[in-house]
């Protein structure tokens, strides 16, 4: 009987210990880009020369805007998306999207686009598009 439990309190402990490096799974390539915690205050105007509508390099259209002190971003007849500002110009979302404004927002360049909510799962990884105004 005292073996019997010693067994089990081991197996428990084996789970515990192990089992989180098996939740994701070994096949498992996602990876979980968390909004930084360091985000940056922009200044009132900060986010005015981006605030407008691109039409991307697919054939899509964006549109960010600035909501108080919250930054968003919405692709055509979808859900708006929070961007999180890490540097002037460049912005992240929860998801991984990363959104770099260039030349005063002339131009924008969008790095894992297939993250921005979209109706429409894309199957590719890794997307860039780019916009100029």
């Known amino acids: 009987?005292?073996?019997?439990?010693?067994?089990?309190?081991s197996a428990v402990a084996a789970l515990m210990l192990?089992?989180?490096?098996?939740?994701a799974g070994v096949d498992d390539a996602t990876v979980?880009?968390?909004?930084?915690a360091g985000s940056?205050?922009?200044?009132?105007?900060?986010?005015?020369?981006?605030?407008n509508r691109y039409a991307l390099s697919n054939g899509n259209t964006i549109k960010f805007t600035q909501s108080g002190g919250h930054y968003w971003g919405r692709l055509a007849l979808e859900d708006r998306v929070e961007l999180f500002p890490i540097a002037s110009?460049?912005?992240v979302t929860a998801a991984g999207t990363r959104v770099e404004f260039r030349d005063k927002g002339e131009e924008v360049v969008i790095e894992n686009y297939e993250r921005l909510p979209m109706s429409v799962a894309m199957k590719e990884t890794n997307v860039r598009v780019v916009a100029a105004r």
């Not at 009987?1 to 309190?9: D, E, G, T, V």
């Not at 979980?32 to 930084?36: D, E, H, L, T, V």
């Open 1 to 9: 009987m005292m073996m019997k439990k010693l067994m089990m309190l």
């Open 18 to 23: 192990g089992g989180s490096s098996y939740a």
């Open 32 to 36: 979980k880009i968390p909004a930084p």
């Open 40 to 51: 940056i205050k922009l200044h009132r105007s900060g986010f005015d020369d981006f605030a």
């Open 89 to 91: 110009n460049i912005f």
